[in-house]
């Protein structure tokens, strides 16, 4: 691993890429006070905006701050045109993947994904079969995680098909970085992404259900104000102008969903639901919930109200269906993938298990069902008591576990301590599916602010920039 | 609006002003603690009677036992377990905001972050730095900050209308409170009535709800205990009497009916209370025994937080 090249956006063989040329007077003639000084603003802003995810269960202050760092990862037009391209791409084999597998199963009959895969998944939803949502969506926003290791060389890491979060991220930095450094803006141009909410609400108002004869009701279902992302769920609320809503706010009469308001129900067409499937109705899945609307599943098969996502989208974006994506484009889009998989071993396939087990220092280890860096392996980074504790973990449950090589991810520019310095970072952009897929030109960019780290979640001490994409 | 989002509106504002009134309390027992013999025989402390009225002396009680000025500022400021409590109330309004972010403007919602940021800075505070008109000073700041913040920001919708009744419904419940504080400091030596010191008392509370001045520019001439008491109970141009605060729930309560196209019981009831108390001389209160006819009141506001919270926070309206 040391002594290992990694791509990095800003300097190419010591010269400065294209897309950074602006940057570099700007990062140049900032003198470490003012750095400091804009940084702190930053904070504040977040802090009295409320921008703020929280954490509970390890004291201290619940509500944090996610680390900003405040220089920008760019894109160049081009770059990002076959980005865009090839996210669209794979939205559009996701939601026919599921619109496929609710129906007659034909990729699963022509013998191209493995029928356990998809029938015994934890994550498909036996109430779904033989039911189309609105339009044939399932998955109406697709977050795809990307890194890159090269100039043009994309890889995905994982979908995300049921309710991908951090989009709130990709606005507010981007709102919060124009504060700071208005001449940033004025010398680049830099394409906006504020257009976010209003492309959400059309989506959503473009899969209203049947039974709505009129402009569509929509609102936002949250677990509540003690979720992680409520603020998430609060902001985009706002900016869509619609109402923020917890279970115990909606319930099922006659053939529709009502909302209790103070001037009496108020009926609700379309669910934007944060919510996981297994709570949405204790009648129709887990008993014990509180947080959803007993009869919602009801109302929803007979076209009352949509929700979205489609309960059961997640088959869609489990590990073990991940390899297959690229298959799925062929088969249901008759086009050759954008963008490429990391390849990737099935521990529960006998071959790559023996692959696995001889190379696991070398490998990175996940979770077939874990999220969030948490139950992962980096073999490179870890001790070997960690390697051989993994090992035994594999050898008890392979089907569990799949394994990949460690990527080389880019880096970008970041502010350290000791003054810019790379560091790993990987994308998330938002397609959205609904009338038409669509997707705003930026995302959310997390980088690993400790040096030499390839972990970039918030829950392991990852951090956030601003995203631009640069217009012609 | 959604009900929910209207509880939180409401109780957003309830809570504030019931943090208000905990430090003007506090404010009156300092006051009175400061000249002798306020207290008769049957009172430990000065301090006692103010809890009394507060309805919380027996929490305390449990909890500190002994009434000294430095036990009282930590139940009445501090403490987390007292649900009246200035850091209890404070940290439920911004909870509450909190929870409706969005039907707030940005100007309230600083003003109340603002307002708990820096009650968890006065939390980790040496307390001998901390003088007690430190204390109901800020927490008087804070409150006009919000209150502030809302009538120069907020849409006049329906929020503001479910804010406002909650501002006045505990606003008429807290002045009727500071009001009986005089019912249980007097209650153990009768023969005070109408000496030096039971005027001096009746001026500390004009003086707690910063109405002094306001006060002597409606009234002029002597202080007496039965201007004080019209001027807290009777007055429509005073802020916080419990007229002008039945008279504000009422208003809201109106625009709510003229808004929704309905009048419900909420409304009807606030009506009913308004034109008690517009038809009442002061003589009538004291004959009738001041502390009779305040726990009367207090009971019918309670009754009418009732009507709204089944009317319109309930979410069972059809």
């Given amino acids: 691993m040391t002594g290992q090249a990694f791509f990095n956006e800003m300097y190419e063989s010591g010269r400065v890429r294209g897309p950074y040329r602006q940057l570099e007077d700007w990062m140049g003639d900032m003198p470490a006070e003012l750095r400091s000084l804009k940084q702190a603003e930053a904070e504040e802003l977040f802090r009295r905006i409320g921008i703020t995810f929280a954490v509970y269960g390890e004291g201290g202050d619940p509500e944090r701050l996610m680390p900003f760092d405040m220089f920008p990862r760019v894109f160049a037009q081009d770059e990002w045109r076959r980005l865009e391209r090839g996210v669209i791409q794979r939205a559009k084999a996701l939601n026919a993947f599921l619109a496929d597998v609710y129906a007659r199963g034909e990729i699963v009959r022509a013998g191209l994904v493995p029928r356990d895969l998809v029938y015994r998944n934890e994550a498909y939803e036996a109430a779904m079969v033989g039911f189309t949502p609105p339009r044939g969506v399932f998955s109406h926003i697709v977050g795809v995680d990307l890194v890159r290791t090269g100039p043009d060389e994309f890889f995905v890491l994982e979908d995300n098909c049921r309710t991908p979060s951090g989009v709130s991220y990709m606005l507010e930095n981007r709102e919060i970085m124009m504060r700071l450094f208005p001449g940033l803006f004025r010398e680049n141009r830099i394409a906006p992404v504020d257009s976010y909410s209003e492309e959400l609400r059309r989506t959503l108002a473009s899969v209203a259900p049947p039974k709505c004869e009129r402009d569509p009701t929509i609102v936002i279902l949250t677990p509540g104000a003690y979720n992680s992302a409520y603020y998430e769920h609060s902001f985009l609320a706002d900016l869509m102008g619609v109402e923020l809503v917890e279970g115990q706010d909606l319930f099922v009469e006659g053939e529709y969903v009502w909302m209790r308001t103070t001037e009496g129900p108020q009926r609700v067409d379309v669910i934007y639901r944060r919510i996981d499937d297994a709570f949405i109705d204790p009648l129709c899945f887990r008993p014990d919930s509180m947080l959803g609307v007993p009869g919602l599943m009801d109302v929803y098969r007979s076209g009352g109200v949509t929700i979205c996502s489609a309960p059961g989208a997640g088959v869609a974006d489990d590990k073990a269906i991940y390899c297959f994506v690229p298959e799925m484009v062929r088969f249901y889009l008759g086009e050759e993938p954008i963008l490429q998989n990391v390849p990737t071993w099935q521990c529960g396939t006998a071959e790559d298990l023996k692959y696995v087990l001889a190379h696991l220092p070398e490998l990175v280890v996940k979770e077939v069902h874990g999220s969030g860096g948490y139950g992962m392996l980096v073999g490179p980074k870890a001790t070997r008591e960690q390697v051989e504790s993994f090992r035994v973990r594999i050898e008890e449950s392979p089907g569990n576990y799949i394994a990949q090589p460690t990527l080389s991810l880019s880096t970008c520019p970041t502010f350290v301590d000791e003054g810019v310095a790379p560091r790993h970072v990987d994308l998330r952009p938002y397609c959205l599916v609904g009338e038409r897929v669509t997707l705003v030109p930026g995302g959310l960019t997390r980088v690993a602010m400790k040096e030499g780290s390839l972990v970039v979640n918030s829950s392991q001490g990852g951090g956030v920039k601003d995203t631009w994409v640069l217009s012609e | ?318």
Avoid at chain 2, 16 to 40: D, F, K, N, Y
Avoid at chain 2, 90 to 118: G, K
Avoid at chain 2, 120 to 127: D, F, G, K, S, V
Avoid at chain 2, 144 to 173: P, S, W
């Fill in chain 2, 1 to 318: 609006m959604l009900s929910r989002t209207a509880t939180n509106l409401f109780w957003l504002a309830r809570y504030m002003e019931r943090a208000e009134t905990a430090a003007r309390l506090m404010a009156v027992g300092e006051r009175m603690s400061l000249i002798p013999s306020t207290c008769g025989s049957g009172y430990r402390s000065e301090w006692v009677p103010l809890l009394q009225a507060n309805g919380s002396f027996a929490m305390f009680e449990a909890k500190y036992r002994d009434p000294v000025q430095r036990n009282v500022e930590s139940f009445m400021f501090f403490d987390r377990d007292n649900p009246g409590s200035v850091a209890s109330c404070v940290s439920a309004a911004r909870e509450n905001a909190r929870i409706v972010r969005t039907a707030l403007t940005s100007q309230v919602w600083d003003a109340l972050n603002t307002a708990y940021q820096e009650l968890m800075a006065l939390e980790r505070t040496e307390r001998s730095g901390l003088p007690l008109t430190r204390l109901t000073d800020w927490t008087l700041r804070n409150c006009a900050l919000v209150r502030g913040a809302i009538d120069a920001t907020q849409l006049r919708n329906d929020g503001h209308d479910f804010m406002n009744i909650g501002y006045y419904l505990e606003r008429a419940d807290n002045t009727a409170r500071l009001v009986d504080v005089k019912y249980y400091v007097l209650l153990p030596r009768v023969d005070f009535v109408g000496s030096g010191l039971d005027n001096y008392q009746w001026t500390t509370l004009l003086r707690a709800l910063s109405a002094h001045r306001a006060f002597h520019w409606a009234y002029g001439g002597e202080v007496t205990a039965a201007k004080i008491a019209h001027f807290l109970i009777l007055n429509r141009q005073s802020p916080r009497s419990l007229l002008t605060s039945v008279q504000g729930a009422c208003d809201h309560l109106d625009r709510l009916a003229r808004r929704y196209g309905r009048t419900t019981r909420a409304q009807t009831q606030a009506r009913a209370m308004l034109a008690g108390l517009a038809e009442l001389s002061i003589d009538e209160v004291f004959d009738d025994g001041l502390h009779e006819f305040l726990t009367r009141f207090i009971g019918d506001i309670s009754d009418l937080g009732g009507a709204v919270f089944d009317t319109y926070l309930s979410g069972d309206l059809r």
